[in-house]
């Protein structure tokens, strides 16, 4: 029977949608908490554990106590002492410490992988534990997950348990990035490679790191495209534009003429700013107000991630807001050239099935190229 250590961040991702950009430290989880945010791992931990359930898998768990395991564990249908049990009585509110604890156990349990919820924060604190001795992979539960141990999606999670332990998933080698979470709220993308996990693996389920694109056609590239977006936004007055995150989205702002946030969501209406680093609330309000949106996001290179990662604040309920058609992806020809699919994960089944067809990317001036965004069951 093989052994799998399961552990989930209960505050894992609760500043995405509130626009904080993480939760790592007291001071921004009680302003997450102030802004409305809900814990979104234990429902994204659920997900994965009832299509393991379902299956019937021959797996002994290992967990934790609480919000830290056992309680979506008991709530997937799974019976303690006999399906799984608790090695770590976790802290009513948890940190890091828990996680490396926890994981110190599982280590000494030999168990076979290390099933977690959570983002970047927590791949890097498992990592410091348990290095290459033991697999690991993510249910992708964080704001920002750049590291390349996390599945696609909760289901896709649930997919490649299945199949490594049924031998038809290797492992490999995949960087586990240490991202100054500070330096990120304040607009700054500072990742660094913290070292390279094992995690099981196969190419639609599981995502890639993330890349960087610099150099002087890149640039020349983005340029490009935001002359495009800008005329695009002249022909269509009072229209509000949602601009998402990201170096490629940002260029429009310059192009403009106004200080676009490089990592949060800003909006612009007859190419004037109207608001700054807005969250899914502020969002909302404002498109009660209006009769024409759009929305302009980047792709996460490599990665392929229009929604899901990063912004969050563009949730389901503001896409569905502005619809289908009125989503434009800026890419360029280079990010595009080494990105092998478009993904979303936006945490809502209707909205990533709506998402899932081919759209138009904007790669340059009058430039398009026709890009499906992949749904995992494709």
């Not at 505050?11 to 993480?22: D, E, F, R, T």
């Not at 500070?182 to 990742?191: F, P, T, V």
């Not at 695009?232 to 310059?254: H, N, Q, Y």
């Amino acid at each position: 029977m093989a052994k799998v250590g399961f552990l989930v961040n209960p505050i894992a991702g609760m500043g995405g949608k509130v626009g904080l950009k993480g939760t790592d430290g007291e001071e921004i989880l009680k302003k997450a908490r102030e802004l409305g945010a809900e814990p979104v791992a234990h429902e994204r931990a659920l997900e994965t554990l009832k299509v393991i359930l379902d299956r019937k898998a021959d797996i002994s768990w290992l967990t934790c106590s609480r919000d830290m395991g056992e309680t979506v564990l008991r709530e997937a249908g799974f019976m303690k002492d006999e399906e799984f049990k608790i090695v770590y009585e976790s802290a009513s509110i948890t940190t890091f410490q828990d996680t490396s604890k926890a994981c110190t156990i599982f280590k000494d349990m030999e168990v076979d992988l290390i099933l977690f919820c959570g983002g970047d924060g927590t791949a890097r604190d498992i990592f410091s534990v348990t290095g290459k001795d033991i697999p690991m992979l993510g249910i992708p539960a964080g704001v920002k997950m750049f590291s390349a141990v996390f599945a696609v999606n909760p289901e896709s999670a649930a997919e490649v348990v299945l199949g490594f332990f049924r031998n038809e998933y290797k492992t490999k080698e995949a960087e586990i990035m240490d991202i100054d979470e500070d330096a990120y709220r304040a607009g700054s993308l500072d990742a660094e490679l913290f070292g390279y996990a094992q995690t099981p693996y196969e190419e639609a389920l599981v995502q890639s790191g993330k890349s960087i694109f610099e150099g002087a056609d890149e640039e020349a590239a983005k340029e490009d495209i935001a002359r495009y977006v800008v005329e695009l936004m002249k022909e269509s007055p009072d229209t509000l534009f949602i601009l998402g995150a990201g170096s490629t989205v940002e260029a429009i702002g310059r192009e403009l003429g106004i200080e676009k946030t490089l990592l949060g969501v800003d909006v612009v209406k007859n190419c004037k700013l109207v608001a700054s680093d807005l969250n899914e609330a502020k969002l909302i309000d404002l498109l009660d107000k209006e009769k024409k949106a759009n929305i302009i996001v980047g792709v996460i290179g490599s990665q392929g991630f229009v929604f899901g990662r990063g912004n969050q604040q563009i949730s389901p309920a503001v896409i569905k807001k502005v619809g289908i058609d009125g989503i434009k992806i800026v890419a360029t020809p280079n990010k595009m050239s080494q990105t092998p699919m478009l993904r979303v994960d936006t945490g809502d089944h209707e909205v990533d099935d709506m998402l899932s067809c081919f759209h138009r990317v904007i790669i340059g001036y009058h430039e398009m190229r026709m890009a499906k965004i992949q749904c995992v069951e494709d």
